[in-house]
């Protein structure tokens, strides 16, 4: 089982930019399905970004445009771009990767992911105002 690790979190001010990390101990890509999730104190875990076949990626309609999710095959690593921050990207946010069909996959973002089976242990993103 490929373990995923994340990295990048950090406290910035509200406009600023992050990059976050998922590095997999193995090939990544032996999941077709990648995600970016987040969990506010108090709320749900959401679904942000996923990317399917290393090709195909979704994004919630909160982050659209903000942010953008990448990949470098060789690292293994799947990264989360996010750009102009607000307080309400403030979280926990994780990364999760499994075997899933298309429209299953796509239907992560802005849903919880409990179907996920491989999870990171997630980085802590603080957005202040």
């Known amino acids: 089982q490929v373990q995923l690790g994340e990295s990048g979190g950090d406290s910035v001010q509200a406009g600023g930019s992050l990059r976050l990390s998922c590095e997999a101990t193995?090939?990544?890509?032996?999941?077709?399905?990648i995600g970016w999730f987040r969990q506010a104190p108090g709320k749900a875990r959401e679904g942000v970004a996923v990317v399917f076949g290393g090709e195909t990626t979704y994004y919630a309609e909160s982050v659209k445009e903000r942010f953008t999710l990448s990949q470098d095959d060789a690292k293994n690593t799947v990264y989360l771009q996010m750009n102009s921050l607000k307080p309400e990207d403030t979280g926990m946010y994780y990364c999760a990767a499994d075997l899933l069909p298309l429209p299953r996959c796509a239907l992560a973002v802005n849903a919880t992911g409990d179907y996920f089976g491989n999870w990171g242990q997630g980085t802590q993103v603080t957005v202040s105002s």
């Open positions: 193995a090939y990544i890509y032996s999941y077709n399905c």
